[in-house]
Every structure is written in structure tokens, then in C-alpha cells.
């Protein structure tokens, strides 16, 4: 009996220090690790080159296709026919224009000169010359439409595509073919969302074509749009490396290549951290940095951009600071940690 009530005493106290000890008076264990310099990091996307110049060419006027006189590939100097449409109804129209402007300029010579020695009244000669600009106008019209049964190149170029065939009934607008300037190209790719921060973080891009293997061509971002229906965002660049011109007369329009966008360490205080290092108060981010000569976890404001499954800090840590990465939310300022580096 003395034996079972001392260890019900023992027992009781044990129950009652355990009840009285505070959670965070022992050591959490966290995953850890040490803030490093930003590395180079390379991005690989495929793009295709594109001209900067193109045209899709359509006639201004409905009619029966006569002549199409390039296919795909060819090359076309500026001002060149390119296609006809019949002309038989559009010349009439000008034929019919033309004898009635000259009916009305006759009558309004007359009427001048009958107004001179005062045969006709001036409100003959007013409806005279009205008539008169009026014919002239419809001739210039007439003139203009007839000439909108040919389609000429605007610059010199290739034919990329072309969409009908001779003998066709082609409708005003409907496109004929797509003429392109090779001489001028730039590349165009499509950046995942996800991605995004490369837009803004410090970069270089290079381009590298499938017919120039193992040859690098720095290049600009000469535009991008944001885009709403989660299909990625168009960026458009431009070649600006000197060492691409004696070989771009071997690119064209169409081609493909690799747009490689690579992010190093130009600067010493901005870091790549993983983003489940992050948690967020008041719309502010914030990382638990451990200390340490105290191995204690404390709270530390960030400004961050996100980059796929990480974060890039520009501003709040520095180098060789350890951050937790894995039982943040169970952690509070000051707590004891028991850091496991991976």
C-alpha cells in the first residue's frame, strides 16, 4: 500500500509539470536553408521568326479572279501585278462616267459664254456647273474603281500564302494572298503566366536557330501583351546582336528557333528563395529567419516577385540568412527551432 501511493504522488506531479509547460519552450524542428546569391537560372521557349512587315492583300471591289500570278515562296518586286479581276462591268461604268462628264463640261462652256453677253440668267449657269462637278466627281470615282480591279505589291517581298485560285468569285475584302518583307524579321513566342516575373527581373535573351546550331544572338524585348483567356502571353523580340547579320540572309519568315532567357547574378542583394518560405499579413509577404546564436525564429518583411514555384526577393534578407521553408504557419516570433538543413 506504501509503494502504490508513492508512485501515485510521483505519477500526479509528473501529470501536473506536463500540464504547466509552455509548447514553445521546446525546440520545433524546421526545415532550413541558407540564403545564397542568386545562381544563373536558364529558360528555354520555342519561337518562330516572323516579318516585321507583311501585308494580306485583298481587292477593294467584288468580281470573277482573271490572273493570280504568284504562288507560295515567290518573290515579288513593289508595284508588280499580282492579280486581276475581270474588268468588263467596272469599264462600262467608266465609259457611262466619262461621256457624261463630257455632256456636262460642254453645257457649262456654254452657259459661260451665254452668261457673258447675257443670254442665259446666272441661275442657268449655277445649275450648269453644278451639274458639271457633279459628272467630274463621278468620273473620278469611276476612274478609281476601274482601277481597283488590279492588286499591285505595296514593298517588295515573298508570297507566304496564298488563299484563292484564278477564276474564283472573290467578294471586296476577301483575303488573296499574304505578302511578306523578309528583310526585316523579329521573333515571336508565348511566356507560360506562370512566368511572368522573367519580364521584369534582370535578364538577357538570346536567340538560337535551328539552322545556326550552337550560335547565340542577344536580343530585346521589343513588346509583350497581357492576356486574359490563360493561353500565355505573346512576347515579340528583336535581334540587336551585330554577329547575326552575315547570317541573316539564311532566316526567314517562319523559321523556327529557341528564345533563351537567362537570369544571373548581376546583383549582390537579390535572392531566389522557394515560395513556401513565404506567408502572407496584411497583404505584406514575410519569411522566419533563425538566428543563430539563439536558434530562435523571427519574422522578417520581404518584397518579392514570383517565378513559377519560387520567389525572387529584392528587398529584407541578405546573404547567408536561414529562412524555414516547411512549418511556418506552427512557428511565432522568438520561438526555439530546431533547424534541419536540407
Known amino acids: 500500500m506504501y509503494l502504490f501511493l508513492v508512485l501515485t504522488h510521483l505519477l500526479g506531479m509528473a501529470c501536473q509539470k506536463k500540464e504547466t509547460v509552455h509548447p514553445g519552450q521546446h525546440p520545433r524542428p524546421v526545415k532550413v536553408v541558407q540564403v545564397k546569391n542568386l545562381g544563373t537560372i536558364t529558360r528555354q521557349y520555342t519561337g518562330v521568326v516572323e516579318a516585321k512587315e507583311f501585308s ?31 474588268p468588263f462591268d467596272y469599264n462600262q461604268q467608266y465609259r457611262t462616267a466619262e461621256a457624261n462628264y463630257q455632256l456636262a463640261k460642254s453645257i ?28 467630274e466627281s463621278a468620273l473620278n470615282i469611276a476612274q478609281r474603281t476601274l482601277g481597283y480591279t488590279v492588286l499591285t505589291a505595296p514593298f517588295n517581298g515573298f508570297v507566304e500564302q496564298r488563299y484563292v485560285e484564278n477564276y474564283e468569285e472573290i467578294t471586296a475584302g476577301q483575303a488573296i494572298l499574304r505578302l511578306v518583307n523578309p528583310d526585316s ?17 534582370p535578364q538577357k535573351i538570346f536567340i538560337e536557330f535551328d539552322s545556326q546550331k550552337g550560335k547565340l544572338f542577344a536580343s530585346d524585348i521589343k513588346e509583350y501583351i497581357y492576356s486574359s483567356d490563360g493561353g500565355g502571353i505573346p512576347v515579340t523580340l528583336n535581334i540587336t546582336d551585330q554577329s547575326f547579320l552575315p547570317y541573316r540572309p539564311y532566316v526567314f519568315p517562319g523559321f523556327s528557333c529557341k528564345v533563351i532567357f537567362e537570369i544571373d547574378s548581376m546583383v549582390s542583394d537579390k535572392f531566389l ?11 505584406k509577404y514575410y519569411v522566419w529567419i533563425i538566428r543563430p546564436a539563439t536558434f530562435s525564429a523571427h519574422k ?25 521553408i516547411a512549418g511556418i504557419s506552427a512557428l511565432h516570433e522568438g520561438q526555439k527551432v530546431k533547424p534541419i538543413n536540407i
Open 185 to 201: 524579321i523579329e521573333v515571336r513566342f508565348t511566356l507560360p503566366e506562370t512566368n511572368i516575373s522573367l519580364l521584369t527581373l
Open 108 to 135: 457649262y462652256e456654254r452657259n459661260k459664254r451665254l452668261f457673258a453677253s447675257n443670254a442665259v440668267s446666272r441661275q442657268n449657269l449655277e445649275i450648269a456647273e453644278a451639274d458639271y462637278v457633279k459628272a
Open 300 to 324: 522578417q518583411q520581404v518584397d518579392v516577385s514570383f517565378y513559377g514555384n519560387q520567389a525572387f526577393v529584392s528587398k529584407g534578407l541578405s546573404k547567408d540568412d536561414r529562412i524555414v
Open 56 to 86: 494580306t492583300l485583298a481587292f477593294k471591289v467584288p468580281g470573277t479572279l482573271e490572273e493570280l500570278r504568284f504562288s507560295t515562296g515567290q518573290q515579288v518586286r513593289q508595284g508588280e501585278v499580282i492579280a486581276r479581276i475581270k
Open 273 to 283: 528563395i522557394p515560395g513556401s518560405a513565404l506567408f502572407q499579413e496584411n497583404d
